[in-house]
């Protein structure tokens, strides 16, 4: 394959095994600058030294940014309104991070003059497309380089011999052979045992939640605010987005909440074994869920619950910035404006459960639902309800007996239910 001349290339870059391994290999394989981007989006003690071992590595310079803020805001909570969950479970903790870390990636190389974007995301994964999506929507004038596409490198432990060919300090090893993505929202492990999905993981594997067996013996409760469908306050305390996560996982983490184990669909046509730890985001789905129910009539939710099945379709495929997504979100932001108010969850040994929730907009009518003496609803109502309601039952029923003189169930057998 020809390659494309570049002059300078942004990396997207994490520090972990494979982005370590492409800045010297992008330097000899195109001859070119390299500079490192780091998005810092909740990966705390992984951002320790980055722009030294990026340094270390060949890259020219080496740029973090806090976008933490901007990620709970803009990603998260939008994400959090749309109530979307991929294939029942996953919570999409990698798959709304990408478009973020790529818009920056844009921008950084608008900035420093660079002809080419890169990323570590494999050739059979799910992150190549999410990352390169962005790229397009964005700025398709820059050179897109996909070392996994390019390269001889064949398995984690191939890059691991690369490293250590080239002197790049790595601390994956062949033993502990995991790949993980921490941010705000989850910690994700795929690979080693896990590519066998009738093994269960080993519990060392999981570094963010306890096990649920030995989470604490009391139950504890979180109080959860939200204004217009956004989390604002946790047990009335006001915090900013990345703060009010952060607070929600170490909650949640030691009650070994949001373990999910999963054998998902890859966009790309091929299924992938994964495990997810998201302790505070799945308290916010689970309060949020909670204050729909009061706030939103009927038809405006069950069409937000098929909306939000193409939303995470939508989100897990990277087309965060199609006019698709953009056209549902302003739908759904209309739909939050009544969306206020605060949810109670008690969290005891990995489960959770609402246990109290309040609106000022809530549709919910004592009065209305009481099985007790009431004024306002007239129960009489309720028969020519029904009877327009099944007025196409009855109107075919009505035909079957003029054409044959029974329905069409008439003839169905009910004595395997006869009694003796």
Not at 202 to 213: A, D, I, L
Not at 279 to 302: F, K, M, V
Not at 348 to 365: A, E, I, N, Q
Request: a neutral charge; charged letters at 25%; proline letters at 4%.
């Amino acid at each position: 394959m020809t390659k494309v001349l570049v002059k300078k290339v942004v990396l997207a870059y994490s520090g972990g095994l494979d982005t370590s391994v492409i800045v010297p290999w992008l330097r000899e394989t195109y001859n070119c600058e390299v500079i490192c981007f780091c998005a810092d989006i909740g990966q705390a003690e992984e951002l320790s030294g980055l722009p030294e071992k990026a340094l270390a590595s060949g890259a020219s310079k080496c740029i973090v940014k806090d976008l933490r803020e901007e990620f709970a805001g803009e990603f998260l909570f939008p994400m959090l309104q749309s109530g979307a969950v991929y294939e029942r479970q996953y919570l999409l903790g990698t798959s709304v991070a990408r478009p973020l870390i790529a818009k920056w990636q844009v921008a950084i190389a608008e900035q420093e003059g660079a002809d080419a974007v890169s990323h570590g995301a494999t050739g059979k994964g799910n992150d190549q497309v999410r990352f390169e999506l962005t790229y397009k929507a964005l700025n398709p004038a820059l050179k897109v380089i996909s070392p996994w596409r390019e390269w001889n490198i064949r398995s984690r432990e191939d890059a691991l011999q690369y490293a250590k060919l080239h002197k790049v300090p790595v601390t994956a090893t062949v033993k502990s052979i995991y790949s993980r993505d921490r941010n705000l929202w989850h910690l994700s492990h795929e690979g080693g045992i896990l590519e066998d999905p009738a093994r269960e993981p080993e519990e060392p594997m999981f570094q963010w939640t306890v096990s649920p067996e030995n989470a604490p013996d009391k139950a504890e409760q979180v109080e959860i605010g939200f204004e217009r469908g956004v989390p604002v306050s946790l047990n009335g305390a006001q915090l900013s987005g990345a703060a009010l996560m952060e607070a929600l996982n170490v909650i949640g983490a030691r009650h070994g909440i949001g373990r999910v184990d999963i054998v998902e669909n890859r966009l790309v046509g091929v299924k992938s074994h994964g495990v997810y730890e998201t302790p505070g985001g799945t308290q916010l789905y689970a309060a949020h869920r909670e204050l729909e129910s009061l706030c939103l009539d009927r038809d405006t939710l069950h069409y937000k619950e098929q909306m939000a099945l193409r939303y995470g379709e939508l989100v897990y495929d990277g087309k965060w910035y199609h006019p698709l997504r953009e056209g549902m979100q302003a739908l759904i932001h209309e739909t939050q404006k009544s969306v206020t108010g605060w949810v109670r969850l008690k969290l005891y040994k990995g489960t959770l459960r609402c246990v109290g929730r309040f609106s000022p907009y809530s549709l919910y009518r004592e009065d209305y639902a009481t099985f007790g003496e009431e004024n306002v609803y007239d129960q009489k109502d309720a028969l020519g309800f029904i009877t327009l309601f099944g007025l196409q039952m009855k109107v075919r029923a009505l035909m079957e007996m003029s054409a044959g003189g029974k329905t069409r169930y008439a003839s169905m057998d009910y004595s395997a239910f006869k009694r003796d």
